[in-house]
């Protein structure tokens, strides 16, 4: 099964890294592919640019096999949308290929304000990370989306090309990346949240410091 975990990546931290792990070893696939957004839709331009996200990405999964790094999106002009990411990977990879894709719950929350949401699941699983804090609504399009569709069996997913949204509870280290954005414009220290060489190419580079106070 080809998994794929998309986000802006502003910057990359121990949160999506520990998860992407978990999911590595619970749904027993080789690696986990992040594909960092070029110009992530519903939300501001983030703080980094494109190429510093990917080379502090880089800098994050140096040494680690199963984490790589996709960057089809950056790679692309305009908005980066899911749907259009998993038709290309689909067309690669071929109609019976089990391809997924990785969300949290606080992104998913949204899921019906996507460019084609309603298409997506015919083209990929959905693995839903539930963040405690993100409930999806009751009653709402997606809490309805994932009713119809849930399993919490990986087997599910690698029996079928597409279509099963997986409900995951792996044990997650409450880290944002507008966490870290604020410390680092704050001038506090960001050490254990990112990797260490991430927080070196930060520093050399001198990113996040916009409006950061004297
Ligand atoms: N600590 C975490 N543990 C597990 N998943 C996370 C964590 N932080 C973010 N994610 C998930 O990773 C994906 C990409 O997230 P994103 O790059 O927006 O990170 P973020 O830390 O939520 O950033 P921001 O604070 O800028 O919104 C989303 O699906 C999000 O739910
Ligand atoms: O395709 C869309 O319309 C769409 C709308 C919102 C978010 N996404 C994707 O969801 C992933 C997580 O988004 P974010 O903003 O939490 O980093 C990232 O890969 C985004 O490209 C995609």
Known sequence: MHVIYGGTFDPIHHGHLR??????ERLSVDSVHLVPSHIPP??????????DRLELLQLAVAGEPGLRIDTRELDREGQSYTADTLR????????????AMVVGTDSFAGFDKWREWKTIPELAHIILVRRPGSELE???????????RVTRSPADLHRQPCGRILEMDPPLLDISATGIRQRLEDG????????DPVLEQIRRRGLYREGRKA
């Not at 998860?19 to 590595?24: G, I, W």
């Not at 983030?46 to 190429?51: A, D, T």
């Not at 009751?138 to 119809?148: F, H, R, T, W």
């Open 42 to 51: 519903h939300r501001g331009t983030p703080g980094g640019n494109s190429q």
């Open 88 to 99: 290309q990977l689909r067309g690669e990879l071929g109609a019976d290929a089990p391809l």
């Open 138 to 148: 009751e009653g709402s399009a997606p809490a309805a989306m994932l009713a119809e």
């Open 188 to 195: 506090r220290s960001v050490r254990f949240l990112i990797p």
């Open 19 to 24: 998860v992407a792990v978990e999911l590595r």
